[in-house]
């Protein structure tokens, strides 16, 4: 059956230190995110990609960056982790019609 | 831009008891997309339903029940006889339609607790 991964399931590290969250799908979906999710504030997107080698910015994505090259992938790298970004990190695929597949998540926490 | 609000943070019922959870949205489209996602305890999101613009007929899944009013830029859900497995994070969101499959936003979420 087509799923989505994620990978770590938890993560633990320390302020400053480059953290890469992985993402894996295998339902062939073209469109790929990356959501953090915060008490009180719901699902935030981070970045986005409509396909190979494309990417955009999402509404946090200061800290954060994604890059494309295949279908299946798209890992999240936080650059100099803070302790702002300890979150529940969600990756999404979506198929066509709109209808978005969520991994099981990462929780990160930066100390 | 686009915003989605679900004004009720928290809500607790009892077993058997009728739950609705108010969602209202903004944005400049005039073509989009609605859903609504379950969050259990365990974490994971589940999908329960997606609705365009253009369909505003009411729908129902055995106990899920959406009402979509354009009028009111609301799409609200209601879970009949609830019960304990009903309890979870709810989260309504919204997306840009030029082309389905684009980003959501989403409301900060409707937490239920069904007590037995």
């Known amino acids: 059956d087509a799923e989505i991964t994620q990978s770590p399931r938890h993560k633990i590290t320390e302020t400053g230190r480059q953290v890469t969250l992985a993402c894996h799908q295998t339902w062939n979906h073209n469109n790929m995110f990356w959501y953090r999710q915060d008490l009180g504030h719901g699902l935030r997107l981070i970045h986005y990609s409509y396909g190979v080698h494309d990417t955009n910015k999402g509404e946090v994505s200061d800290g954060y960056s994604v890059s494309r090259s295949n279908t299946e992938d798209l890992p999240l790298t936080l650059e100099s982790a803070a302790s702002s970004q300890t979150s529940v990190y969600f990756c999404a695929s979506s198929d066509p019609w709109g209808e978005q597949f969520f991994g099981p998540g990462t929780r990160l926490t930066v100390l | 831009a686009q915003k989605v609000t679900q004004a009720q943070t928290e809500i607790s019922v009892v077993e058997k008891e009728d739950v609705t959870l108010d969602c209202v949205y903004e944005?400049?489209?005039?073509?989009?997309?609605l859903f609504w996602y379950k969050q259990p305890p365990s974490g994971e999101l589940v999908f329960l339903i997606r609705r365009n613009s253009f369909d505003e007929q009411n729908e129902i899944s055995g106990r899920y029940s959406w009402n979509f009013q354009k009028s009111t830029s609301s799409f609200n859900f209601t879970i009949t006889a609830s019960q304990v497995v009903d309890s979870a994070v709810y989260f309504c969101a919204l997306s840009e339609a030029r082309a389905a499959g684009n980003k959501l936003t989403f409301g900060g979420g409707t937490r239920v607790l069904v007590k037995p």
């Open positions: 944005t400049r489209d005039t073509t989009y997309y």
